[in-house]
């Protein structure tokens, strides 16, 4: 039974997250349709994160087993093909070892979250970002970002419902560039990680938001590390400006020559 890896993008505003739920679109529900048009007995897809409601992927990776032989680049078309209209695609697929897992295997995962600061409503990118109408400290912002990077007990900036056994993981990197735009201006968030609690990521990104508008300051952000009580949280931002952009692996299953070949 070949194992079959797959990097994945979507757009989680039609979804009620990546997991499959009974009567609710998701996108590993959209997946495993299109895979059981290849192969009707199919089961199930295990990905290397499971992203919440409303939130996007530019590099989710995820893994099937499958009982035919496929040449991978006839498998991502096949499958691409299947999963219309819904705004889900495989960027690449790749055979690899039995032992190989999406979740398991993984060593690093990269998120953005995207903020625009305009006053005039989005038209093209609504639901993409997070849009407000205000201009943010950068300075100020990245000075209380670097309190968050190394191993803490990150229990202020994880969801009550959060089911990991520990509060404490290593924070590798959290950095904040800005750029113009006509009308407003840009925010990237970018963090960096081997792994991730429940809503940490928008919990970050909500608190940081509070610096930038002068709500805080960045000392802030260190007391409510040190508080270790979800109350010292700022507000949590919503989910459409998240973005699961990358999953490392020591060994890379991809090599891009699904782009090359097309």
Known sequence: MPRYAFKIEYSGAPFNGWQRQPGQPTVQG?????????????????????????VHASGQVAHA??????EPFR???ALNYHLKPHPVAILEAALVPADWHARFSATERRYLFRLVSRRAPLAH???LVWQIN????LDAMQQAAQILIGKHDFTTFRSTICQAANPVKTLDEARIESAPRPYGTDYMFHFRARS????QIRSFVGSLVQVGAGTWEPAQMQRA??????AACGPVCPPQGLYLSHVHYDHDPF?????ARR
């Open 134 to 137: 205000y201009l943010l400290d």
């Open 225 to 230: 590390l040190d508080a270790r009580d979800r």
């Open 65 to 70: 087993d499958l009982q035919r032989d496929w």
């Open 125 to 127: 990118e609504r639901g």
């Open 75 to 77: 498998l991502s078309e």
């Open 30 to 54: 959209a997946i495993e349709d299109a895979i059981r048009k290849l192969e009707p007995g199919f089961e199930t897809i295990a990905a290397a994160g499971r992203t919440d409601t409303g």
């Open 196 to 199: 991730f609690l429940h809503n």
């Open 255 to 259: 090599t891009g020559e699904h782009d």
